[in-house]
């Protein structure tokens, strides 16, 4: 195999999602690197099913070679199919498929640990469903780094071709988001962030910049004084142990203008929606989710399980696309 090719396996996601359609559509797409070589862990029916749906006439390959992928074929949809147990009824959330998602996950895990593929790409699935079924985890990014042999903490960062934010808390209450800053936090989260744009993407010097929690970076103190106590010592600390280009903390309103951008490679932000919102107003449909810390690198779309348009053949796969070339690419640059 073309040491340029690169084997990208992309989990099934939910069953009940537009996850099956966006995967079809974006391996049927053109923007997809040439080098890639997708294959779906999911399921044969489910795949012939929606594939009727959306009138597609891509045919299947089932691998055999779950190491070496000879028998991959071009030009097809190669898939590694895992049994379901249940008939799909899309746009509605079904308990019962919750093992047929954890077993797509494991299995890309192991697959890629064990072969010659490069990276995995997940799709989405429901929390909510999840949880109802016994998964004790917040979501994808720390049920994977349970998988990981590489005990770090996971670190989440959102990626679009203009820039790069990492929210350093995630699916946490707003109001618990004080309590779990911490100089730690902070200096674990920016080690992670600089290791990976240096191995990952190919940054040899990153620029990192650090937001605030309070409006206006706190004022000195006048309103919230977690950036005098907290957040400016461990980047201070963090600056001096690692002597890389680390700034803040700086103003969430004001990280974000087009000319700030410009000075940094990735914005490491307090909370959830810091990060998000900016992503998401920019460039929605091609936001990427990659989760930094793992020992294999993990791509996903940055969107959700889309319940309310499953089955209709209207769903996007411009953000799976771009998960799918973003895994390539931090393949082919891995150190």
Not at 9 to 17: F, M, R, V
Not at 83 to 92: F, V, Y
Not at 174 to 198: C, F, H
Request: charged share 25%; glycine share 4%.
């Amino acid at each position: 195999m073309n040491t340029m090719k690169k084997v990208i396996l992309i989990s099934a996601g939910d069953p009940n999602s537009i996850s099956t359609e966006i995967t079809i559509k974006a391996i049927e797409n053109s923007k997809i690197n040439k080098n890639v070589k997708p294959v779906v862990v999911s399921n044969s029916k489910l795949i012939e099913d929606c594939k009727k749906i959306i009138k597609s006439d891509i045919q299947l390959n089932e691998i055999e070679d779950k190491v070496n992928f000879s028998d991959f074929k071009e030009n097809y949809l190669n898939i590694i199919s895992l049994p379901i147990q249940e008939n799909t009824i899309l746009g509605r959330e079904n308990i019962k498929y919750s093992s047929f998602i954890k077993n797509s996950i494991i299995t890309c895990v192991k697959t890629e640990i064990s072969s010659i593929a490069s990276a995995i790409v997940t799709n989405p699935i429901n929390k909510k469903m999840m949880y109802r079924s016994g998964f004790n985890f917040q979501g994808h990014t720390d049920f994977l780094a349970s998988l990981s042999q590489n005990k770090k903490i996971p670190v989440m960062m959102l990626v679009t071709k203009e820039f790069k934010t990492i929210p350093m808390t995630i699916h946490v209450p707003l109001k618990d988001v004080p309590k779990l800053i911490s100089k730690d936090l902070i200096e674990i989260t920016v080690n992670i962030a600089r290791e990976s744009l240096i191995s990952l993407f190919n940054i040899s010097q990153p620029r990192i910049v650090v937001t605030g929690l309070n409006p206006h970076s706190g004022e000195n103190g006048d309103i919230g004084d977690e950036e005098e106590k907290i957040i400016t010592p461990a980047i201070n600390e963090t600056k001096k142990k690692q002597n890389c280009y680390l700034e803040g903390p700086i103003a969430a309103d004001t990280a974000f203008s087009s000319e700030k951008r410009k000075s940094y490679d990735v914005v490491i932000c307090m909370y959830h929606d810091q990060a998000l919102i900016p992503i998401k107003t920019l460039d929605f449909f091609n936001g990427v989710n990659v989760t930094l810390g793992l020992d294999f690198i993990r791509t996903s779309p940055d969107h959700g399980t889309g319940y309310d348009i499953a089955g209709k053949n209207i769903a996007n796969p411009n953000s799976l696309i771009a998960a799918i070339n973003l895994a390539y690419e931090m393949s082919i640059n891995k150190k």
